[in-house]
């Protein structure tokens, strides 16, 4: 007994010192600088398998709890298409759009996903998306609190293995060939603004529209008319991380204050272009959604006057209209926007994971006592609204 006792203990002694051996030549090693750590070596064989098997089992296993909306909307795909376009497309390629010689010399090379997006399911999209991957260039998302926006690129992506080349344009930059088609009408606003502004604006044609009016499909806001304040304070607010946007914020952080106030002015002085509700409004890019029925307007006009008193919801026209006289400028102005981006918004303000202005405590508290049906109901209620009614008297329609 007394034997095998000795005997596993120069065992352990020996593995200690077999151990402490290896460390310390491998601190040698890497401190003599022969690690191969250029990009243009690669990897070994050995080391690429290990790196992708380690990868893909913890997506795997980070990813089983997941459960993946439902990403068949129009709208949601063409806001993933969006960012996909800008933040993901100079690494990943597209229809079209190979990937460029100096990001197929990283190590390791960035996948051409519309050939590899079908190896992952949504969900561990999802995760890849939302928090990146060490030891490569794949960033975690701007904005961890905006998974409605994650879910969109992953709606994207399940998209693109089937783009051609002419449709990935289209859902990527629509409203380009809207401008080269439409001729005078379509461009003159933007050339008015001249260099450099110009193509500043053009670039956030490509979501907002050339005529503010978000391309017609809810995927993104109306702009136009909107006042001058409240776009200036909400580009601030992205730039400085105060409103959550992983789609957002990259953009205004990268611009001055100078550019923020000319495309406030831009967008601010378009009010005249949004002449229809957007619920009367043909979509550009996707078929229009049915007409909210008129009990659900009805429903969202009694709680924008009256409030939800008994589950601590005040009324929304004192802030948002519809109404007269002035209102503060940092209120948005609700009356003809999308009602699928008006019940997004109302949810992120009932979760608390929509930031902004210092008014922003204001909606937390308002949309709290909300439920699912009626933030549905007062997004249908002021999209059915024309635009120039939002601080104007109503006119009551019959009960």
């Given at each position: 007994?007394?034997?095998?006792?000795?005997?596993?203990?120069?065992?352990?002694?020996?593995?200690?010192?077999?151990?402490?051996?290896?460390?310390?030549?491998?601190?040698?090693?890497?401190?003599?600088?022969?690690?191969?750590?250029?990009?243009?070596?690669?990897?070994?064989?050995?080391?690429?398998?290990?790196?992708?098997?380690?990868?893909?089992?913890?997506?795997?296993?980070?990813?089983?709890?997941?459960?993946?909306?439902?990403?068949?909307?129009?709208?949601?795909?063409?806001?993933?298409?969006?960012?996909?376009?800008?933040?993901?497309?100079?690494?990943?390629?597209?229809?079209?759009?190979?990937?460029?010689?100096?990001?197929?010399?990283?190590?390791?090379?960035?996948?051409?996903?519309?050939?590899?997006?079908?190896?992952?399911?949504?969900?561990?999209?999802?995760?890849?998306?939302?928090?990146?991957?060490?030891?490569?260039?794949?960033?975690?998302?701007?904005?961890?609190?905006?998974?409605?926006?994650?879910?969109?690129?992953?709606?994207?992506?399940?998209?693109?293995?089937?783009?051609?080349?002419?449709?990935?344009?289209?859902?990527?930059?629509?409203?380009?060939?809207?401008?080269?088609?439409?001729?005078?009408?379509?461009?003159?606003?933007?050339?008015?603004?001249?260099?450099?502004?110009?193509?500043?604006?053009?670039?956030?044609?490509?979501?907002?529209?050339?005529?503010?009016?978000?391309?017609?499909?809810?995927?993104?806001?109306?702009?136009?008319?909107?006042?001058?304040?409240?776009?200036?304070?909400?580009?601030?607010?992205?730039?400085?991380?105060?409103?959550?946007?992983?789609?957002?914020?990259?953009?205004?952080?990268?611009?001055?204050?100078?550019?923020?106030?000319?495309?406030?002015?831009?967008?601010?002085?378009?009010?005249?272009?949004?002449?229809?509700?957007?619920?009367?409004?043909?979509?550009?890019?996707?078929?229009?959604?049915?007409?909210?029925?008129?009990?659900?307007?009805?429903?969202?006009?009694?709680?924008?006057?009256?409030?939800?008193?008994?589950?601590?919801?005040?009324?929304?026209?004192?802030?948002?209209?519809?109404?007269?006289?002035?209102?503060?400028?940092?209120?948005?102005?609700?009356?003809?926007?999308?009602?699928?981006?008006?019940?997004?918004?109302?949810?992120?303000?009932?979760?608390?994971?929509?930031?902004?202005?210092?008014?922003?405590?204001?909606?937390?508290?308002?949309?709290?006592?909300?439920?699912?049906?009626?933030?549905?109901?007062?997004?249908?209620?002021?999209?059915?609204?024309?635009?120039?009614?939002?601080?104007q008297p109503e006119a009551v329609p019959s009960e």
């Open positions: 007994m007394r034997y095998m006792f000795g005997h596993g203990k120069a065992l352990l002694l020996g593995l200690a010192i077999l151990g402490g051996t290896l460390a310390v030549g491998g601190v040698l090693v890497v401190w003599s600088g022969l690690v191969p750590i250029s990009a243009s070596s690669g990897h070994w064989p050995v080391t690429r398998w290990f790196l992708h098997f380690a990868m893909r089992n913890a997506v795997e296993t980070r990813a089983s709890g997941i459960k993946a909306p439902a990403l068949s909307d129009p709208a949601l795909v063409l806001k993933g298409a969006g960012h996909y376009a800008t933040g993901c497309m100079p690494c990943h390629g597209a229809p079209g759009k190979p990937q460029s010689l100096i990001v197929q010399q990283m190590t390791p090379k960035p996948p051409l996903l519309s050939q590899r997006v079908h190896e992952w399911t949504p969900e561990q999209l999802f995760w890849i998306v939302k928090h990146g991957v060490k030891f490569t260039a794949m960033p975690a998302w701007v904005s961890l609190q905006r998974e409605d926006e994650i879910w969109a690129v992953v709606a994207f992506l399940q998209e693109l293995p089937r783009l051609s080349p002419e449709r990935y344009e289209h859902l990527a930059y629509g409203e380009r060939d809207d401008a080269d088609a439409g001729g005078e009408a379509a461009t003159g606003s933007l050339r008015a603004l001249g260099e450099p502004l110009g193509p500043l604006v053009a670039h956030c044609t490509r979501c907002h529209g050339a005529d503010g009016r978000g391309r017609g499909s809810g995927a993104f806001p109306k702009l136009a008319g909107q006042s001058e304040t409240y776009l200036w304070t909400s580009l601030l607010a992205y730039a400085e991380g105060e409103r959550n946007s992983g789609i957002m914020q990259p953009i205004a952080a990268e611009l001055s204050e100078t550019e923020m106030r000319t495309l406030a002015a831009h967008y601010a002085g378009q009010e005249n272009a949004a002449s229809q509700p957007a619920s009367h409004q043909a979509n550009a890019d996707e078929p229009a959604a049915a007409t909210a029925d008129s009990a659900s307007i009805a429903r969202g006009r009694d709680i924008a006057r009256r409030g939800v008193p008994g589950q601590g919801v005040p009324s929304c026209v004192d802030c948002h209209g519809p109404r007269s006289g002035p209102s503060n400028p940092h209120y948005p102005r609700l009356a003809g926007q999308y009602a699928d981006y008006l019940a997004l918004q109302l949810s992120l303000f009932k979760s608390e994971t929509r930031g902004g202005t210092p008014y922003v405590r204001i909606m937390h508290s308002a949309a709290k006592g909300l439920n699912e049906t009626q933030i549905r109901d007062l997004a249908n209620y002021y999209s059915s609204l024309a635009p120039d009614l939002g601080h």
